[in-house]
């Protein structure tokens, strides 16, 4: 346990030391969010029924959070530790691997925190409200940011695996068709055939609709919640296997 909290310390300080690491993920979705608002504020007003009564932004803020908080970080702070021989030393010094990579995610849970406490006053600035509360508010920061701990398994993974920044940075593509093959712009009842059944079988859907609900709903809708939080569970435990895993054929 003393070894992963000073594994962890020492990355949480890497995201306060380097935020040009953390920025860019807190611009790009702030972008996406502007851009989106733009077009379509018109086409759906507050009328609109799946709205309930918000402006478009309170349905988009679920997506700009889950956007924000999957990133390829962790990743790459891993890549560069084995390029600068920090990870050779810490696999020979008598520490449990496995520290190694809950160090990783500690800094992902501080970066998650306080990228989606950014992102969620910038949807109070554009007017969107939480109507399930204080509680609403605090559960889609923890949950956004326990999203980013879960996804960020699979950069840590690549990083191992191919030792190469170029190709841990373009991990984070992978992460696209999976934001933009959910209900991130209308319901889920309101999508295209094909695309609705696609976005069936996409652990982000249940992530967006999850987070969706606690903005739009006045009472917590414990099934999308439950299925939220399933679904975080469970991505957390493959991904974070993966990268466990990958640690441990690293000198093979």
Known sequence: MNETMLLARRAVREVWRIPAATIPALFIPVFFLV????????????????????????????VSLVFAVSSATSGLAMVTDVDVGYLDK???APIRRT???????????????????????????????????????????????????????????????TKNVQTTNASFIIFFPLLFLTPNFVPLDQLAGPLQVIARFNPVTYVITGLRDLVLSPHIRWGSLGA?????????????????????HFSD
């Not at 160090?103 to 554009?126: E, I, K, M, N």
């Open 90 to 92: 810490l696999l020979a």
């Open 35 to 62: 851009v989106n608002l733009g077009q379509v504020n018109r086409v759906f007003p507050p009328s609109t029924p799946f709205l309930h009564g918000q402006h478009y932004v309170a349905f988009q803020i679920p």
């Open 99 to 161: 520290a190694i990579v809950w160090g990783r995610l500690a800094a992902d849970l501080a970066r998650g925190l306080a990228v989606s406490a950014l992102v969620l006053a910038v949807g109070f600035a554009f007017g969107a409200r939480v109507e399930t509360g204080v509680i609403g508010v605090v559960l889609l920061i923890v949950l956004s940011a326990l999203w980013g701990v879960a996804y960020a398994g699979i950069a840590i993974a690549i990083a191992l695996k």
């Open 228 to 248: 939220c939080v399933l679904t975080i569970v469970v991505t957390g435990i493959v991904l974070t296997a993966l990268s466990l895993r990958a640690l441990a």
